[in-house]
């Protein structure tokens, strides 16, 4: 919720450019899968659009994606990689409106500079002899985005700069309950640190910044099946997380109606549900198949109350639960080399009349390949790259009381190169 307090009616003019800077920090970002949820944690993964995440990650990184595949690696291992992130967007200005006296600016450039993605694993049986008992941890982000459009953007009234960044740390476990069925699970600590900014018009042009952070608790379940021989089915389930953001609220320059005061905002992150099958044609390729659904539809309004539960604001979001449809193949040229490719189809979970400049968003086409080099029994270094397209969309809304109303058609797209290792004790 976003608390703080007001005295004049430019103090609520400024309401609405400060509620606008909150929507943002629940609003789906433009990461690397269609709203801001980062899936870049394993560079195997990547190399077949993660086609096979829930059945076929063998390695440690697998904790993340399906907790209940530890029971097939080989003995105690750790996993760390990193996945560099190199976003672009356009966005082309088509009738931003201003508040009186605000003249327009220039089209900005892209507002995204590179982003690494680090992530690290462990896993370990607990009974050596066995292997039907694991434990593991995974440390990730999997949530993100960082933008700058600048003072001048014809935006500004929407977003300047958003940085929203989360770190989830997940002991896990998983057991082996027969040559069949592995079952596994996790709970997932995490926190949470988003700073926005944005222009704000309260009889002059000023800036609004909202800063918070939060750490929140969910869990994560996942099975996996040998259904035959040669065919195995996976099943995962992240549970949604609901962060509140305490930090503050900064508004300054606007003609007496500056604030500085504790606020935050909501921050509803998705429960996420993945299906995946795998069938090994042979003893050398693997082909793969994974549908994910995304609860976005946890995030349907912002409510804004003061500190004494009145309530300024309550603004519709609307955002749509969305489908994710993944395929790829895995190859073993020899004993040295796997290579493996995919394709996903990312759909956004943002909508026309909500759309905004920190979601320049729109349905994704991933297109994955990336190979596995063991350098010896111990040592497995991974490479992927992938190239995401992300169709065009446009951005109408309304912010400072309908005072600005920002316009604009949106494209971009996204590269990522990845590097990981992969150590057996």
């Not at 990184?61 to 996945?83: C, D, R, W």
């Not at 982000?141 to 700058?148: E, R, V």
């Amino acid at each position: 919720m976003l608390k703080y307090l007001y005295s004049t009616s430019s103090h609520m003019l400024l309401v609405a450019g400060l509620v606008g800077i909150s929507l943002s920090v629940s609003a789906p970002k433009n990461a690397e899968a269609a709203g801001f949820y980062i899936q870049e944690q394993s560079v195997k993964g990547l190399g077949s659009a993660f086609s096979g995440s829930s059945t076929s990650i063998e390695d440690a990184s697998t904790i993340y994606f399906n907790p209940a595949g530890m029971t097939k690696l080989e003995g105690a291992q750790v996993n760390a990689g990193v996945h560099l992130l190199l976003p672009s967007s356009d966005l082309d200005d088509t009738g931003t409106t201003f508040p009186p006296g605000v003249t327009a600016a220039e089209d900005n450039g892209n507002p995204y500079d590179p982003s690494p993605v680090p992530n690290l694993f462990f896993a370990t049986p607990v009974n050596a002899s066995e292997q039907e008992v694991w434990v593991g941890i995974g440390v990730t982000a999997p949530f993100g985005l960082g933008s700058d459009y600048g003072d001048d953007s014809f935006v500004r009234f929407d977003s300047t700069e958003t940085e929203l960044m989360t770190i989830n740390v997940a002991p896990s476990a998983a057991y082996k309950v027969n040559d069949m069925v592995s079952i596994g699970g996790g709970i997932d600590i995490q926190y949470a640190d988003a700073e926005l900014k944005s222009a704000a018009w309260a009889g002059t042009e000023g800036t609004s910044t909202l800063e918070g952070d939060d750490i929140s608790v969910g869990y994560n379940l996942g099975v996996q099946v040998q259904a035959t021989p040669s065919t195995e089915v996976g099943l995962h389930y992240r549970s949604a997380i609901s962060h509140e953001l305490d930090g503050k609220i900064i508004a300054e320059n606007t003609l007496g109606a500056d604030v500085n005061t504790n606020g935050g905002a909501d921050l509803d992150l998705p429960d996420i549900a993945t299906l995946g099958v795998a069938h090994d044609l042979n003893d050398k390729t693997k082909l793969m198949a994974q549908a994910t659904w995304f609860g976005w539809s946890n995030f349907e309004s912002i409510r804004a109350v003061d500190d004494n539960d009145v309530e300024l604001s309550n603004i519709q979001q609307n955002y749509q639960n969305t489908f994710a449809i993944a395929v790829g193949a895995e190859h073993k040229l020899n004993d040295t080399w796997t290579v493996r490719a995919g394709y996903q189809f990312d759909e956004t979970p943002t909508t026309d009349e909500f759309r905004t400049s920190r979601t320049p968003d729109g349905d994704r086409h991933w297109f994955s390949g990336g190979g596995t080099y063991s350098v010896n029994d111990k040592i497995d270094l991974d490479f992927a790259a992938t190239y995401i397209d992300i169709g065009e969309e446009t951005i109408n809304v309304s912010r400072n009381g309908g005072l600005a109303n920002v316009s604009a058609e949106t494209d971009g797209y996204v590269g990522i190169v990845a590097a990981g290792i992969n150590y057996k004790f």
